[in-house]
């Protein structure tokens, strides 16, 4: 039995746009169930998402105001968790510089916070849309997934153990209790020591606090690697960026620039050989 080959339905001529590169990104909200936008509540008090960047450490936060209905919202509650985000924020040199002065004197959790990973590209990555009968491709320079960042909850979990004591959750978690049919083990008197414990000789260095020399003793390459890059993505400064949702008119304009206006051909630069060799 032949099969019949698929039927050719429509040919599209294929443009090529470099216009915005490296600025086109794929962001992705795997959690996020609605779409990006103010509640209505929000939108009412004219709250606007606001978003910020680091471009060496390639990190986005996008801040989404919350929904401040009280059958939604607790107005206590929020003012603890402001002052753990503001205290965390402090700490690791993250503090907003546009925060209202009434907001500073009085910290509450107003907002929601989105903080990107970059996901690695397998491959060159495109944009296409169709457009007047014509594929217009333009690349993709960075991929990014955003999650809920919830990181002053520590501050709350640390300041609740400084409340009860100063116990650690390794020295207050005693393990499940002893099952009753089972008979308790023997419990033997230690020995006393017959001899004095051997000296040992000790070597003490004193360190500068905030030396970077201070990660290098006793750890692995990859872990100080490591301790360094947060280090280094927590001193970079973060810088506004403006957050515009599909319906604003610098949207618009930015996708029309998408669109290539050159009928010309794409002349190909890349020998057969070396796209061999890149596969």
């Known amino acids: 039995m ?3 080959s698929d039927e050719l339905v429509s040919v599209l001529p294929i443009h090529y746009s470099d216009s915005l590169s490296p600025n086109v990104h794929v962001h992705q909200f795997p959690l996020l169930n609605r779409p990006l936008q103010v509640p209505p509540s929000a939108a009412a008090s004219g709250k606007r998402i606001r978003a910020r960047v680091k471009p060496v450490s390639r990190r986005i936060e996008i801040h989404v105001p919350a929904d401040a209905r009280p059958e939604v919202w607790n107005r206590e509650k929020s003012k ?3 002052t753990a985000q503001r ?3 402090r700490e690791k040199n993250q503090e907003d510089r546009q925060l209202k002065q009434k907001e500073v004197e009085e910290p509450r959790l107003t907002d929601s916070r989105l903080r990107s990973d970059p996901i ?3 491959g060159a990555y495109v944009l296409g849309v169709v457009r007047d009968g014509r594929l217009h491709l333009v690349p993709i320079s960075e991929t990014h997934q955003f999650r809920p960042t919830l990181t002053y909850l520590d501050i709350m979990s640390r300041k609740a153990r400084h409340s009860r004591g100063g116990e650690s959750d390794s020295e207050s978690d005693d393990g499940p209790p002893p099952d009753p049919d089972e008979a308790l083990p023997a419990v033997t008197a230690p020995k006393k020591e017959k001899r004095a414990a051997e000296a040992k000789e000790v070597q003490v260095s004193a360190r500068r606090s905030g030396d970077d020399k ?3 003793g006793g750890m692995s390459t990859a872990r100080r690697e490591m301790l360094l890059a947060i280090r280094a993505e927590e001193d970079e400064p973060w810088q ?3 957050f515009c949702d599909g319906e ?3 949207t618009t304009q930015v996708f029309e620039s998408i669109f290539s206006r050159n009928d010309g051909p794409l002349e190909c630069k890349t020998e057969m050989t070396s ?3 890149s596969i």
């Open 2 to 4: 032949e099969l019949e």
């Open 80 to 82: 603890g968790l402001g």
């Open 87 to 89: 205290e965390d924020d």
């Open 120 to 122: 690695p590209q397998c």
């Open 214 to 216: 201070i990660l290098q």
């Open 240 to 242: 506004p960026v403006q």
């Open 248 to 250: 604003a008119e610098d």
């Open 275 to 277: 796209y061999l060799k």
